[in-house]
């Protein structure tokens, strides 16, 4: 794709409201009320309530909640609701998607876990798949400041940033045995100055080019914030086509690497 093509700047972000139905919506919520109770949390409160429950009495059955959330019936019908598919084929310009399901993730922010930010960022290096594709970020439940919501920089979103490969780190700043790629520091003072906020509710959805910069925003609370994110490219896209339809299939930046090598300032291997 041409970094002085048109297309990519118009729809570098949109914010559409009351995309997924609201039926959908609620029975997400439910079921993930259901398998916080089940995973030990007390059937009374709210979902915050139940969340904070498991997240300081059994944080490994949180994991495991986690984890089961994403592998549900709801969840895949989220993720494949009519609006938005139709929304990521109108945003792409093509009848045929590319969306393995890898790339479709549930996420729970709690409130007051600083360590849980993810920092400044571009989904091409994560997902790579067609030149042209984009994220669906789908809140479950409220998001804006108060939550931390997600922070944007649409106007330093021309290019292809480079990145540093680093090791998640704990509480402790131990590092895990999974990586990240984020933009190197020297950016970020440019990305601080434009950066905003979006304000959604529940069923709405934030659909952003790859390009978009942008990083998860540390949630102050009180309120946990819970949300689904969707990738798609176009299939047939040219560049796609020719390597085979590869992607990011496990937690690893191979095929960035050999695609964009010349982006890569720093990798942490051990």
């Known amino acids: 794709m041409a970094d002085s093509a048109e297309p990519w700047r118009a729809r570098v972000m949109s914010q559409k409201l009351g995309l997924i139905p609201a039926a959908l919506i609620a029975e997400a919520v439910d079921t993930l ?13 709210d979902l915050d309530a139940q969340v904070t429950a498991l997240a300081e009495g059994d944080r490994p059955r ?4 986690y984890d089961a959330m994403r592998e549900t019936a ?13 929304a990521a084929r109108e945003t792409l ?27 400044w960022h571009q989904d091409y290096a994560y997902n790579l798949l067609s030149d042209d594709f984009v994220t669906a970020w789908l809140p479950l439940t409220s998001t804006g400041a108060a939550n931390g919501s997600i922070d944007v920089a649409p106007a ?31 950016f970020h003072a440019d990305f601080e100055r434009c950066a905003i906020k979006p304000e959604l509710e529940p069923g709405d959805a934030l659909v952003f080019h790859n390009r978009l910069v942008h990083r ?24 796609t086509a020719a ?3 590869r992607n990011r299939r496990a937690d690893g930046f191979e095929q960035f690497k050999a695609e964009r090598p010349e982006l890569v300032e720093l990798e942490e291997t051990a």
């Open 156 to 186: 330093a979103s021309d290019r292809i940033y480079p990145v540093e490969i680093r090791f998640k780190r704990d509480p402790e700043g131990r590092p895990l045995t999974t990586r990240d790629a984020f933009i190197p520091a020297r």
């Open 33 to 45: 009320l259901d398998l916080t109770h089940a995973a030990g949390a007390p059937a009374s409160g």
């Open 93 to 119: 310009g093509t009848d045929r998607l590319h969306s393995p399901f890898q790339h479709c993730v549930f996420r729970m922010d709690l409130a007051g876990e600083a360590w849980r930010g993810f920092g």
């Open 243 to 245: 390597r085979g339809w």
């Open 74 to 86: 709801v969840f895949r019908r989220v993720v494949t609701c009519d609006a938005l598919l139709a």
């Open 62 to 65: 949180l994991g495991a909640v």
């Open 216 to 239: 998860s925003g540390r949630n102050p609370g009180p309120r946990h914030r819970f949300s689904i994110q969707a990738r798609f490219g176009a299939l047939l896209a040219p560049e």
